[in-house]
């Protein structure tokens, strides 16, 4: 079955730094999605890309969906206190017709920013 | 407009009994999913149910697993018989019909806890 790896696992950063987290399909996709989680809360969607080596920019942070559509990458610049939480990425296939299916998430990043 | 609206947010039960989980889709969102988390991982997909239908149930436990979304009224997830294992955060997110219909939005969850 369809299988997403994210890695890496945890990422502890000073403030300032920069962070990035890597998505990896087995199979080729219809879109990718990106989603946050704070500790104790539910997953927020931040973004969905579609288009084979797409980017986009949300203020600091940046999206990629590579060219094969098998992997992605979210990079955050300068990251902040507020950054804390768990990245996702989560692919998905067309189910059928003009419906899409289930999110196949990857494990998830786990961003602590220390001040 | 509200959101995913999932009840309880906090279950408690003891081996052996049931839980019902309910879910109410976002206004006009005709389409519902059902996630499983488990501490520290990321969300694994269960079931995809559509007014009365269920589309894909790939991700749901053969046994003491069960899941409707009838014509009125809200989603249900029913598990009987309970385990330790199935303590986990459970989250329902709904998607509307049509070409948006890849971005899903995900309730509050509801963490059952199983002693």
């Known amino acids: 079955g369809q299988q997403v790896m994210q890695i890496p696992q945890y990422q502890h950063v000073q403030e300032g730094e920069d962070f990035t987290t890597y998505c990896n399909s087995s199979?080729?996709?219809?879109?990718i999605q990106w989603y946050k989680q704070r500790p104790g809360g539910h997953p927020v969607f931040l973004i969905q890309l579609v288009k084979s080596g797409e980017v986009k920019k949300q203020k600091r942070l940046t999206f990629q969906f590579g060219e094969a559509k098998k992997n992605s990458s979210l990079h955050i610049t300068a990251t902040q206190t507020t950054d804390v939480g768990t990245y996702f990425c989560a692919g998905q296939l067309r189910a059928g017709g003009t419906s899409y299916g289930k999110l196949t998430f990857g494990q998830g990043t786990i961003l602590t920013v220390h001040p | 407009n509200a959101g995913v609206m999932q009840n309880p947010r906090h279950l408690v039960r003891r081996r052996g009994q049931e839980a019902r989980l309910r879910c109410s889709p976002m206004?006009?969102?005709?389409?519902v999913y059902w996630y499983r988390q488990l501490p520290e991982e990321g969300l694994k997909f269960m079931v995809y149910?559509?007014?009365?239908?269920?589309?894909?149930e790939s991700g749901m436990p053969k046994e003491r697993f069960s899941a409707e979304f009838p014509k009125e009224g809200p989603s249900i997830l029913r598990i009987q018989q309970v385990v330790r294992g199935d303590s986990a955060a459970y989250f329902c997110?709904?998607?509307?019909?049509?070409?948006?219909?890849?971005?899903?939005?995900f309730g509050p969850g509801t963490r059952l806890t199983v002693t």
């Open positions: 149910l559509q007014k009365e239908n269920i589309i894909d």
């Open positions: 199979t080729t996709l219809s879109n």
């Open positions: 997110a709904s998607s509307a019909p049509g070409p948006s219909s890849y971005e899903q939005y």
């Open positions: 206004k006009g969102h005709s389409h």
